[in-house]
């Protein structure tokens, strides 16, 4: 089967090749042709769809495909804003059951919660949200088992707690196909599945991309991402944000963001010295980080001092 698809690759890729000196007869490619054909009956379109999407001439799936790192761009985009396009109007639900979001992306504990969180049962069935390339199958200690499937736009999405994985690296997964099963593994607190949606290393808010309704809607074909919508820290991971979707690039770079400073704790800080450094007050840094004033403060972690 992998000598099959690599032979339906090599015809999409001929057309770039007619171009060089050296020509490929004709008779050569008419007799693959036949022999690829003869198998043809057994793919659905939207499988032979799928291996066009994941071929070598996709510039989006050769881009930093790496089946070892979980992170594979060494630094995110700075060209924001930026476009992603999608060919489906409706995705699958990653769970069968109602979605039930538990906490979103945003600032949480002190830290950014880079996706959302919906909530399951140990061994409900996971499925993919749409077709796909699994990048990564792994292991990590704070997502616990996890995929990441990589789409055709360049978009990533990843699952993480998993229980069961059932996939493997390099997959090509339609969507709605079963994946994996959730669970609790790694840093979770309570079966959920976690979330994330990322674009050449940028955490996107999965909620301005897809709707989590009934009606599993993407929200548009066309969506323009500005900062406001990778940067967790303008988000509060207990509460829904207000969504606006940019459709063209004027609309992204009418949207208004606001931004917030954020202090690095240090050793020997307290709430005083802090709001006496920003000119704010106690009370109203523990509004904003949820915090109370006997809250003890680790160095290393962000508060936020003000929107």
């Known amino acids: 089967m992998k000598i099959f698809f690599s032979s339906i690759i090599f015809l999409i890729s001929m057309s770039t090749i007619y171009g060089q000196d050296r020509a490929i007869d004709p008779m050569y490619i008419h007799g693959l042709e036949e022999k690829i054909n003869t198998h043809l009956d057994f793919l659905s379109k939207e499988e032979f769809n799928l291996m066009v999407d994941y071929s070598s001439v996709n510039p989006f799936i050769n881009e930093y495909w790496d089946n070892d790192k979980l992170k594979p761009y060494p630094i995110p985009i700075k060209n924001v804003p930026f476009e992603i396009d999608f060919k489906d109007s409706i995705y699958a639900s990653p769970v069968l059951i109602d979605k039930v979001v538990t906490s979103r992306y945003g600032w949480r504990n002190r830290r950014p919660h880079n996706g959302i969180d919906i909530d399951l049962v140990t061994g409900d069935s996971l499925r993919a949200i749409l077709s796909g390339k699994v990048r990564y199958v792994g292991y990590n200690r704070g997502y616990g088992k996890c995929i990441i499937v990589r789409h055709s736009n360049g978009l990533e999405l990843l699952y993480a707690h998993l229980s069961n994985q059932i996939v493997k690296e390099n997959d090509l997964v339609l969507k709605g ?122 160095p290393g972690k962000r508060l936020i001092i003000g929107f």
């Open 177 to 298: 196909q079963i994946i994996g099963n959730g669970g609790v593994t790694g840093n979770a607190r309570g079966s959920h599945l976690h979330l994330e949606t990322s674009f050449k290393g940028n955490f996107i808010n999965p909620e301005y991309l897809f709707d989590f309704g009934e009606k599993n809607k993407i929200r548009s074909d066309k969506i323009w991402v500005t900062n406001k919508w990778t940067s967790p820290h303008l988000h509060s991971s207990k509460r829904k944000s207000d969504i606006q979707v940019a459709t063209t690039f004027k609309e992204a770079t009418n949207q208004k963001v606001v931004q917030v400073k954020t202090h690095r704790i240090r050793r020997g800080d307290s709430l005083s010295r802090i709001a006496n450094k920003y000119g704010t007050s106690i009370s109203a840094l523990c509004k904003a980080n949820k915090i109370r004033r006997t809250t003890i403060l680790k």
